[in-house]
């Protein structure tokens, strides 16, 4: 099994980080986001890895060659230009004829993907998604009303729960045919036409094992994360 990594982004939400850094090389702890996702794959077992550059793509290729320095075997899928999250996908379309792992490369997981293989597996899905128990505190007062526009009841600040998409999934290479060459396409419409041709797609759900790189706020969050655990070994 393959696991392809899309790291083509571009990763504006972190600049001026990313101006001269590509959004996975960013340090984190003693080792780039990236490195701590691929040690992450192959402590589950899988080996061969895909990585979908494209913004910088020389310093991620400079910094992992073949992969043979960290025990895995890493191929190259190159976009000329942003092509948004299935678009990256599809760029890695040629090296893909089975079951397979696409994961984000602007998090970190912690959490058992084989169980997540075993159960896409097991249910005959064509995609599996890997899904977040998520809460928030909306930070206003929430009014109930009927449809009449009377007032029923007053929320302060209730707190909400969600799963939400953390990017990583098992799919079946018959995805590919559902994602247009070469224009940017987005992973949610992916799932949409799958939905909408009747394809089973299934979820996993962890409760921990995930930190997301998305801003400055939350890299920051994770940059301490990971120096505190540093500091216990």
Known sequence: MKAVILAGGLGTRLQPYTTFLPKPMLPLGEKPLLEHLIDWV???KITDIVLCV????????????????????IEYAVANRPLATA???????????????CIYGDSIFNFNL???VNQHKAKKSFITMSLHQYKT?????????????RVTAWNEKPEIS??????CYVMEPQVFGLIPSNVPYGMDDVIKKALAKKKEV???IIKNGFIDIGDKASYKKAYQEFREKLGKI
């Not at 913004?55 to 992969?67: H, N, Q, S």
């Not at 990256?88 to 089975?98: G, M, N, R, W, Y």
């Open 42 to 44: 192959r402590s589950n």
């Open 54 to 73: 494209s913004y910088l793509r020389k310093t991620i290729e400079d910094y992992f060659e073949d992969g043979s320095r960290l025990g895995v075997k």
């Open 87 to 101: 678009g990256q996908l599809k760029t890695a379309e040629s090296l893909i004829d089975d079951t397979f792992v």
């Open 114 to 116: 084989r169980k997540m």
């Open 137 to 149: 505190t909306i930070k206003y007062g929430v009014i109930e009303t009927s449809k009449s526009g």
């Open 162 to 167: 969600a799963n939400i998409n953390i990017g």
């Open 202 to 204: 299934n979820s996993f």
